[in-house]
């Protein structure tokens, strides 16, 4: 190797996972949460949600066998409070996570967050932004949240997004307006960011309800594909069908297909850096063992859900992504 030559010697392991419906017992009654109680049609008692919260934590922390994920970025959560719960759960407890939080106006009471390593990493600044339309000052969704951290061991500043857009509640096409809102937000901050620092480096993940070639990724965030000339400060989506072998994160039941609407995307200045933080193009993993999977009527596999047409006791109805982040430094 030359004197030259760039080292990765070190690792941050980034994951998302949307974890289908995780409330507490306790009706709020600022949201549309009854039925996860324990009196509510879902019947939502105390020990199906601590089996709730094993679950998800064993998925949070299965990523890696020998360690546990640096950020990991949520949606579906209800509140502050779960996310407390899921990090003081014995499968997390050694992690010593904070939590990045806000309520969000989502009618439903769901909201994002972010949970982070504070021994890895600094939090220099968080901020969450709300998702509108013009035309319908009723409409509320999740908050788009942001942080900015310093990585300690890589000696560099990353930008995170967490998102969870719009459904298709309705048909893709009535319902594409409400996700183009949201990428709307994220592409203003991210040009914005890029703007400020030439040489800045983000991270989009999330559950955004659309595909990498859909209309709010490709058209209005602009992600294009990691097989074309990179600028360092063009986004790029990193899950493309092909790359990942044409697997999905999330099971369309009546169309008996995969889609992959939980996503990272970056920026060039972190597929090619020279130093600090880089990602592989290639290295976005789906998180898939056979126990979050569970047989399906047609013959094949898919996600083991906490409800089905009833209580299954599954782990969520998406599969969760993760990648790794190399320290790139020179060898002097």
């Excluded at 306790?26 to 020990?47: A, M, R």
């Excluded at 220099?124 to 035309?135: D, G, Q, R």
Aim: aromatic letters at 10%.
């Amino acid at each position: 190797m030359s004197a030259q030559s760039n080292l990765c010697n070190k690792n941050l392991l980034i994951a998302f996972y949307n974890t289908e419906n995780l409330f507490d017992t306790i009706h709020d009654q600022s949201k549309l949460d009854i039925e996860f109680t324990p009196d509510g049609n879902k019947k939502w008692t105390s020990e199906r949600y601590l089996t709730k919260i094993q679950n998800i934590s064993k998925v949070i922390s299965s990523y890696d066998s020998k360690k546990l994920p640096d950020i990991v970025g949520l949606c579906e959560i209800e509140n502050r409070k779960v996310v407390n719960d899921l990090i003081n759960s014995n499968n997390l407890k050694k992690g010593k996570y904070s939590i990045i939080h806000h309520e969000s106006p989502d009618i439903r009471g769901i909201d994002v967050a972010l949970i982070y390593k504070k021994t890895n990493l600094n939090l220099i600044s968080e901020k969450n932004y709300p998702v509108t339309l013009t035309n319908d000052a009723r409409f509320k969704t999740r908050d788009i949240l942001y942080a900015k951290f310093y990585v300690k061991g890589a000696k560099d500043t990353l930008h995170i997004f967490v998102n969870h857009w719009p459904s298709r509640l309705g048909g893709e096409e009535k319902s594409r307006n409400k996700r183009a809102a949201a990428a709307m937000v994220v592409k203003h901050l991210t040009d914005s960011l890029s703007k400020l620092n030439f040489k800045v480096k983000l991270l989009i993940m999330g559950d955004l309800n659309d595909e990498p070639l859909d209309f709010s990724v490709k058209e209005v965030l602009k992600a294009g594909r990691t097989d074309t000339l990179i600028n360092s400060n063009s986004l790029y989506d990193l899950c493309l069908k092909e790359q990942l072998n044409h697997e999905g994160s999330y099971y369309y039941w009546a169309e008996n297909k995969w889609n992959m609407i939980d996503n990272m995307i970056v920026n060039g200045n972190l597929l090619y850096a020279a130093n600090g933080l880089k990602i592989n193009k290639t290295q976005i993993i789906i998180f898939k063992p056979d126990w979050v999977l569970t047989a399906d009527k047609k013959g094949g596999n898919i996600p083991f859900k906490t409800y089905g047409k009833g209580y299954t006791g599954g782990f969520s109805d998406h599969l969760s992504i993760f990648t790794y982040l190399c320290f790139i430094s020179k060898n002097k």
